[in-house]
């Protein structure tokens, strides 16, 4: 049973280039969440997917997008790159619950680390 | 928008010591969840407690959740070397356009002196 796994594991990029991280959910999962880690700091929100669609979005700009595939799998996207988007970006899969008061846990990747220089 | 905060940031303990972390929202919380990154690793989950003043054991480990559901603490009782790394709570707050959201404190992380 294959966990959350995301790629590539690390990526060096210039200032104001793209880039594109990939995450497949742990089997059985069908919500994807991205999380930005800078270094020694808790987990950021980015966006979460479900059903292909963003269902929530924390305070990031829209340089930050995503998808979701028919199959779970998401990538998330950032558009002109700054030094301070350097981190560890962590991808998250969990079950949706519906209305119940109990939420699955998130299980990680291991992440990307993206430098930007 | 909601925050978690954690005290302390660091903390050193002799092997055998015990160990506290505590969590505070600036919201209520529809329910917490507890996290475990060993270095260079990816959060793990511990644990998630739902109810008001709700306490919860895994072996050594207590969490417990506030009556007002806003903070939360994680007791270690007598520390393994085994048990370093950045403990994390993590909440689903109590609204409406934010309940999907996952929100991390900053962490504490847990340094154990053999």
């Known amino acids: 049973d294959a966990g959350v796994t995301q790629s590539p594991t690390h990526l060096i990029k210039t200032r104001g280039q793209q880039v594109t991280l990939r995450c497949s959910p742990k089997?059985?999962?069908?919500?994807v969440s991205w999380y930005q880690q800078a270094l020694g700091q808790g987990p950021q929100f980015i966006f979460q997917?479900?059903?292909?669609?963003?269902?929530q979005r924390g305070n990031f700009p829209d340089r930050f997008s995503g998808h979701q595939f028919p199959n779970y799998s998401s990538e998330l996207n950032v558009n002109a790159l700054l030094l301070g988007d350097s981190a560890l970006y962590l991808c998250?899969?969990?079950?949706?619950?519906?209305?119940?008061?109990?939420?699955?846990?998130?299980?990680f990747g291991n992440g990307t680390r993206l430098t930007v220089t | 928008g909601q925050q978690v905060m954690q005290i302390p940031q660091y903390q050193h303990v002799q092997e055998g010591e015990d160990f506290t972390t505590y969590c505070n929202s600036s919201?209520?919380?529809?329910?917490i969840q507890w996290y475990k990154q060993r270095p260079g690793g990816h959060p793990v989950f511990l644990i998630q407690?739902?109810?008001?003043?709700e306490v919860k054991k895994q072996k050594r480990l207590t969490f417990q959740f506030g009556e007002a559901k806003k903070n939360s603490s994680l007791h270690i009782t007598a520390t393994q070397t085994t048990d370093v790394g950045t403990y994390f709570c993590?909440?689903?707050?109590?609204?409406?356009?934010?309940?999907?959201?996952?929100?991390f404190g900053g962490g504490t992380r847990l340094m154990v002196k053999p």
């Open positions: 998250a899969s969990s079950l949706f619950l519906g209305g119940s008061s109990y939420n699955s846990p998130l299980h």
């Open positions: 089997s059985g999962h069908d919500t």
């Open positions: 997917y479900y059903e292909e669609e963003e269902r």
């Open positions: 919201t209520t919380l529809s329910n």
């Open positions: 407690l739902v109810k008001s003043g």
């Open positions: 993590a909440g689903y707050p109590q609204l409406e356009n934010a309940g999907n959201m996952l929100t």
